[in-house]
C-alpha cells in the first residue's frame, strides 16, 4: 500500500516536521509505503481553468511544472494525506493550488451515482486524510 503525503509545511516549521515525522512512523509501522512531495520545495502553478488537461492531452495539466509530478502520484497511490498549517479556517493557498491542480486526475464525463451527477473516475479510488495544525500566535503565547 503507498501513501503520497502532500506536506505544505517549510522545513523551518517545527511543528508541521514533527506531525510529518510521526505520520511517516506510524504508516510505515503499519507497512505503508509513503512518498512525500514537499510542497514547499516545488513549484506548482496555480490552475489556469483551460480544461486541456480534459480535452486536449486528457489526464496531463498544460502547465509544464511540479503540479504535474504532484498529479502522477496521486493517480497511482492508495491513500492521499494533505498536512497543512490552518490558515484562516483552512488549508494554505500553496495546498489550494495543487488541490486544484488535481483536476486532470478525473474525468470530464459524468456518470450517475446513487441518484446524483459525478465525474467518472479516471483512476481507482484511494483513501483521503487531512490533517491540520495552528501555529501559536502571539496571543496564545502571552497568556500561557
Partial sequence: M???????GAKDDAIGSAVH???CEALRAR???TETKPLAEMRVAPCVGCFNCWFKTPGQCAINDDG???ARAIS???ALVILSPVTFGG?????????DRMIPT?????????GEMHHKRRYP???FLAIGWQRPTMNSQART
Fill in 21 to 23: 515525522a510521526m505520520l
Fill in 2 to 8: 503507498k501513501a503520497v503525503i502532500m506536506h505544505e
Fill in 91 to 99: 488549508y494554505s493557498s500553496r495546498l489550494k493550488y495543487a488541490m
Fill in 125 to 127: 479510488p484511494h483513501s
Fill in 31 to 33: 507497512g505503508w509505503e
Fill in 76 to 78: 497511482n497511490c492508495d
Fill in 106 to 114: 478525473v474525468s470530464p464525463l459524468f456518470e450517475k451515482v446513487r
Fill in 68 to 70: 504535474r509530478e504532484v
